[in-house]
């Protein structure tokens, strides 16, 4: 029940929020997200905190890299370019001092920063990938995160081995993947 509050708060929450539809459905698809989420509301709602405080570290920090992190479950994915070793390490390090981060799986690559027509590929790629998940049968795409950078997929989430062998077969049977890393945490079968 627990888990449903937050959603059901929103829901009652509406008829005072005229004039702020936006906000409203913005809103209600964001508390319809978490109620399919294995997450706990907790975890989701610090899932977004990790984020915003890496990427306001490492924007403050590291000024010239091109680092994104990405958190699910309080499992942080570092991708894209930084200029060095030392500053992969020192990016992960800063990461890794967030006090709710259990984990950090750091994939950034030592290299110049990628170019916006780059980014802007790996975005349709990530689109089309979930585009693809959609009504897959095997899982939720509530379950499964797409990160994409420099044409590889990595795929987060809380999944059964099967939901996760599913993920990998749609993704890297979609134009455009150069390669596919897992970055699951697996769960039991029910």
Not at 137 to 160: A, D, I, R
Not at 172 to 185: A, D, I, L
Request: hydrophobic share 40%.
């Amino acid at each position: 029940m627990k888990r449903y509050l937050p959603a059901l708060a929103l829901v009652l929450a509406l008829p005072a929020l005229q004039g702020c539809i936006g906000v409203a459905v913005t809103g209600a698809a964001a508390g319809v997200m978490m109620i399919d989420d294995r997450r706990t509301t907790g975890v989701y709602v610090e899932d977004e905190n990790i984020e915003w405080k890496a990427l306001a570290l490492i924007t403050d920090r590291y000024k010239g890299s091109h680092a994104n992190a990405t958190a699910f479950n309080q499992k942080v994915l570092l991708t894209g370019e930084v200029p060095s070793e030392d500053v992969k390490k020192a990016v992960e390090d800063t990461v890794k001092g967030i006090p709710s981060v259990r984990e950090v799986a750091n994939e950034l690559q030592v290299a110049g920063n990628s170019s916006l027509a780059s980014r802007g590929n790996d975005s349709i790629i990530t689109t089309n990938v979930k585009a693809r998940m959609v009504g897959n049968g095997k899982f939720s795409t509530n379950h499964v995160k797409v990160v994409t950078e420099s044409g590889t997929v990595y795929l987060m989430g809380l999944v059964t081995q099967t939901e996760g062998d599913a993920a990998v077969e749609i993704a890297r049977s979609t134009s455009g993947v150069s390669r596919v890393v897992k970055v699951f945490e697996y769960i039991p079968p029910k």
